[in-house]
């Protein structure tokens, strides 16, 4: 089973421990990890990513210079770095015997056995993936310029079918959609990949993509459209996307950040405190917290989970 990350210095501890948490639940499984850098890894931080495998399990690094992306303009968010676009160019990175993979964003864990989503029917496909916790913004479609009827994915999950990638060569098609459109691109790398795979993907169950928003009381989805997939992602869900909620931020109030702790006490950050978000919360964004805690207004997020408790 091939494993692709992408990641900078900044994400290193998280993506190690999304890393322990797949080797823990897929211990029968020969797993390589293929992890895309830059030149700020260190030797360091290699060998901390190599004390969190366990298992009949591997990790090879490959180099990405950010001077290729530098003409893009790329405006990097407070939970978004340059190392999210990597992944467009895994074509030219990766060995050419590879032909599928799944990527994993580093702000997740995988709780469950990965071998089903490995062996998903990809024929004729460049993707699979799960829907996006704000599907149902029209914006998006507006912005990006096709129908909602095909609807829109978060890119935090991917089964990559190599070979078609190769085949019909995304690669140079995802740079030239970048030159003509980077001024669009307000999800940036997930736009691209949503915009031309826009036909050529195959939707995930849930499970598989469980985010943040699936949760909140307030949604951006069709939460009808999908009642019978909601409640496994929600109370058994076989990866765990902290989408907008960090577990290592002090100001992280999901509901189960414990579950990351749990793994992070099996890796070399076991004991790194929290830190302060790169973004802090304002007076008001404070004050419905402590009215949250205190009960005088509802939840941010719906508890429909024994499991996870």
Same mark, same amino acid.
């Given at each position: %089973?091939?494993?692709?990350?992408?990641?900078?210095?900044?994400?290193? %501890?998280?993506?190690?421990? %999304?890393?322990?948490?797949?080797?823990?639940?897929?211990?029968?499984?020969?797993?390589?990890? @293929?992890?895309?850098?830059?030149?700020?890894?260190?030797?360091?931080?290699?060998?901390?990513?190599?004390?969190?495998?366990?298992?009949?399990?591997?990790? @090879?690094?490959? @180099?990405?210079?950010?001077?290729?992306?530098?003409?893009?303009?790329? =405006?990097?968010? @407070?939970?978004?770095?340059?190392?999210?676009?990597?992944?467009?160019?895994?074509?030219?990175?990766?060995?050419?015997?590879?032909?599928?993979?799944?990527?994993?964003?580093?702000?997740?864990?995988?709780? $469950?056995?990965?071998?089903?989503?490995?062996?998903?029917?990809?024929?004729?496909?460049?993707?699979?993936?799960?829907?996006?916790?704000?599907?149902?913004?029209?914006?998006?479609?507006?912005?990006?310029?096709?129908?909602?009827?095909?609807?829109?994915?978060?890119?935090?999950?991917?089964?990559?079918?190599?070979?078609? !990638?190769?085949?019909?060569?995304?690669?140079?098609?995802? !740079?030239?959609? %970048?030159?003509?459109?980077?001024?669009?691109?307000?999800? $940036? =790398?997930?736009?691209?990949?949503?915009?031309?795979?826009?036909?050529?993907?195959?939707?995930?169950?849930?499970?598989?993509?469980?985010?943040?928003?699936?949760?909140?009381?307030?949604?951006?989805?069709?939460?009808?459209?999908?009642?019978?997939?909601?409640?496994?992602?929600?109370?058994?869900?076989?990866?765990?996307?902290?989408?907008?909620?960090?577990?290592?931020?002090?100001?992280?109030?999901?509901?189960?950040?414990?579950?990351?702790?749990?793994?992070?006490?099996?890796?070399? !950050?076991?004991?790194?405190?929290?830190?302060?978000?790169?973004?802090?919360?304002?007076?008001?964004?404070?004050?419905?917290?402590?009215?949250?805690?205190?009960?005088?207004?509802?939840?941010?997020?719906?508890?429909?989970?024994?499991?996870?408790?």
């Amino acid at each position: %089973m091939d494993i692709l990350a992408c990641t900078d210095k900044n994400y290193i %501890m998280p993506c190690g421990v %999304m890393m322990r948490s797949l080797c823990e639940n897929n211990i029968n499984e020969h797993i390589v990890f @293929h992890l895309i850098v830059d030149e700020n890894v260190d030797k360091r931080c290699k060998n901390k990513l190599q004390q969190c495998l366990v298992g009949d399990s591997t990790i @090879h690094f490959y @180099h990405f210079d950010n001077s290729i992306l530098k003409k893009y303009a790329i =405006d990097q968010g @407070h939970h978004l770095t340059i190392a999210a676009y990597y992944r467009l160019f895994i074509c030219d990175i990766l060995p050419q015997n590879i032909n599928r993979i799944i990527y994993l964003d580093c702000d997740l864990i995988v709780r $469950h056995s990965l071998k089903k989503l490995w062996n998903t029917n990809l024929t004729n496909k460049a993707l699979g993936a799960v829907t996006d916790m704000g599907e149902a913004l029209p914006e998006r479609y507006s912005r990006l310029n096709y129908p909602p009827s095909l609807g829109y994915f978060n890119s935090g999950v991917l089964l990559i079918n190599l070979a078609y !990638w190769r085949e019909h060569k995304l690669q140079d098609v995802f !740079w030239k959609y %970048m030159e003509e459109n980077i001024r669009k691109l307000k999800q $940036h =790398d997930q736009d691209v990949l949503n915009y031309i795979c826009r036909n050529s993907k195959v939707n995930l169950p849930f499970i598989y993509n469980s985010q943040d928003g699936f949760g909140y009381n307030k949604v951006f989805f069709d939460v009808k459209k999908y009642a019978r997939e909601l409640p496994d992602a929600l109370t058994a869900p076989v990866i765990l996307h902290f989408t907008a909620n960090k577990p290592w931020e002090k100001e992280c109030d999901h509901p189960y950040k414990s579950e990351f702790f749990k793994y992070q006490k099996l890796t070399p !950050w076991k004991e790194m405190p929290l830190v302060s978000a790169k973004i802090p919360l304002t007076r008001k964004q404070k004050l419905v917290r402590f009215l949250r805690m205190i009960g005088l207004i509802k939840p941010r997020y719906k508890i429909l989970t024994k499991e996870l408790m």
